[in-house]
C-alpha cells in the first residue's frame, strides 16, 4: 500500500511539474558537465549579415608603411617587375603615413577635399614653395641622390640657367637676379644629405612649372610608346592652375596583360605629395587604366592622352 501512494506521489508531482514547465532532471544527469549539457541548451549566434566592403579599401593594407605595402594590386593582378636599383622600386619603397592621414598643406591645414589613397611621408618648408613642379623634381632628384647619380640631378631655373646638384656639392651656390641666374661661391662642399636638402629646398623657391617643362621630353607615341614608372602627365586644375602627375608604379592583369598604373601628385598650395584615388571607376581605384584613349581624369584635373613627358635624363 505505501508503494502505491509513493508511485502516486511521484506521478502528481511530474504531472504538476508539467503543468508549470519546469523541466524534471533524473538524478543521475545531475554532474556538473551533464547537468550543464541538460539544463542549458545552447543557442546558436546569429549569422552576421556580410557588410559591404568597397573594392578599394581591400586593396589598402592600413599596416603597411610603403607604397607597395600599403597599396595592392587588385584581384588578378600582379605588380610588374622592376630592378633593385630602378625608379620603380624606389617609389615601392616610398614611406608613406599612417593609415588616414591627411593631406597637409604647407602651413599645416588640411587640404579638406583631397582624395589620397595614401600620404607619402615628406616634411613641407614652413613657406609656399614646392608646388607641383616641386613636388615632382623632389621625387626625381632624391631616386637619383640614392643611386650617388649626382651628375643627372639637373634642373633648369630662369631662362636657361642649369641647376645641377653635381655642381652645388663643389661649393657652388647661385646668385639670382630677376630671371638671371649664375653660380656663386660660398656654398658647401659636401655630398651629404643636410646639403642635398638644402638644394632641394633652394631647387623649390625658384622652379616653375614652365621651367620644369624645359626638363621634359614629350612622349610622341602616345599609342606605341607604353606608360612607364616616372612618365608625367602635365594637366590644368579647375580653377586654372597647372597640374603634375607622375606614374609611381604599374601592375599587370595575370590573364589579359592589361595594365594598370597609381599616380602621385603634390599641388599648389605647396602640398604633401599622395597617391591620387580614382573618382571615375570605384572598382579599380586608386588604379587608373594605362590603356586609357581620352582624357585622364583624376580628383583634380582632366588631362589630355597628348599630355605625357619623361624627365630629360630618364628618356
Not at 222 to 251: N, S, W
Not at 293 to 305: F, H
Request: a negative charge.
Amino acid at each position: 500500500m505505501k508503494r502505491v501512494v509513493l508511485l502516486c506521489l511521484a506521478l502528481s508531482l511530474a504531472l504538476t511539474g508539467c503543468a508549470q514547465g519546469v523541466e524534471i532532471v533524473p538524478i543521475e544527469s545531475l554532474s556538473p558537465e551533464k547537468t550543464a549539457a541538460n539544463l542549458f541548451s545552447a543557442q546558436p549566434f546569429a549569422t552576421p549579415e556580410p557588410t559591404d566592403v568597397s573594392p578599394s579599401a581591400a586593396r589598402i593594407d592600413a599596416a603597411g608603411m610603403t607604397v607597395a605595402t600599403r597599396i595592392n594590386p587588385p584581384e588578378g593582378y600582379t605588380r610588374v617587375y622592376a630592378a633593385e636599383d630602378s625608379l620603380g622600386t624606389f617609389l615601392r619603397n616610398y614611406a608613406v603615413r599612417a593609415d588616414g592621414a591627411q593631406v597637409l598643406y604647407y602651413n599645416g591645414e588640411i587640404r579638406e577635399d583631397a582624395q589620397a589613397a595614401a600620404v607619402l611621408d615628406v616634411s613641407l618648408g614652413s613657406r609656399n614653395h614646392e608646388g607641383p613642379a616641386g613636388a615632382m623634381a623632389r621625387l626625381i632628384a632624391e631616386y637619383l641622390y640614392s643611386q650617388q647619380n649626382y651628375a643627372d640631378i639637373s634642373f633648369t631655373l630662369g631662362s636657361d640657367f642649369d641647376f645641377t646638384f653635381d655642381t652645388w656639392r663643389q661649393g657652388q651656390t647661385i646668385a639670382v637676379d630677376g630671371s638671371s641666374v649664375s653660380w656663386a661661391s660660398g656654398g658647401e662642399d659636401s655630398n651629404g644629405e643636410e646639403n642635398f636638402r638644402s638644394y632641394l629646398a633652394t631647387l623649390f623657391v625658384y622652379i616653375s612649372m614652365s621651367t620644369f617643362q624645359e626638363d621634359l621630353e614629350q612622349v610622341e607615341d602616345v599609342d606605341g610608346d607604353e606608360i612607364r614608372v616616372g612618365d608625367i602627365f602635365l594637366g590644368t586644375t579647375a580653377d586654372g592652375k597647372k597640374t603634375a602627375l607622375m606614374v609611381a608604379d604599374i601592375c599587370q592583369s595575370d590573364e589579359t596583360g592589361e595594365k594598370l598604373m597609381l599616380l602621385v601628385q603634390g599641388g599648389a598650395p605647396a602640398q604633401q605629395l599622395h597617391i591620387v584615388e580614382n573618382p571615375g571607376n570605384a572598382d579599380l581605384s586608386p588604379w587608373y587604366p594605362c590603356g586609357f584613349s581620352a582624357d585622364l581624369t583624376t580628383p583634380d584635373a582632366s588631362i589630355a592622352i597628348e599630355n605625357r613627358y619623361r624627365y630629360k635624363n630618364f628618356a
